[in-house]
């Protein structure tokens, strides 16, 4: 399962917001409240994008 937690975590540390990531990788700013409230999970290709973004494994968002 995606780890939210996780997500914010890089946020954090590479000093950025949601919104510059989403503007950054193309992906809407609205699917990273969906995924935080548990209203959607992020499908493998999404996971894939923001793992490149932060230079992480795929792996990393998985609890």
Same mark, same amino acid.
Do not use: R
């Given at each position: ?8 975590a ?9 919104? *510059? ?21 992020? *499908?493998a290709? *999404? ?7 932060f ?9």
């Amino acid at each position: 399962m995606f780890s939210y937690k996780k997500f914010v975590a890089l946020l954090s540390k590479n000093n950025v917001t949601a919104y *510059k990531v989403a503007k950054d990788t193309g992906l809407y700013p609205t699917l990273f409240s969906d995924w935080k409230s548990g209203k959607s999970c992020p *499908k493998a290709d *999404k996971i894939n994008i923001l793992a490149d973004y932060f230079n992480v494994p795929l792996t990393y968002f998985i609890e």
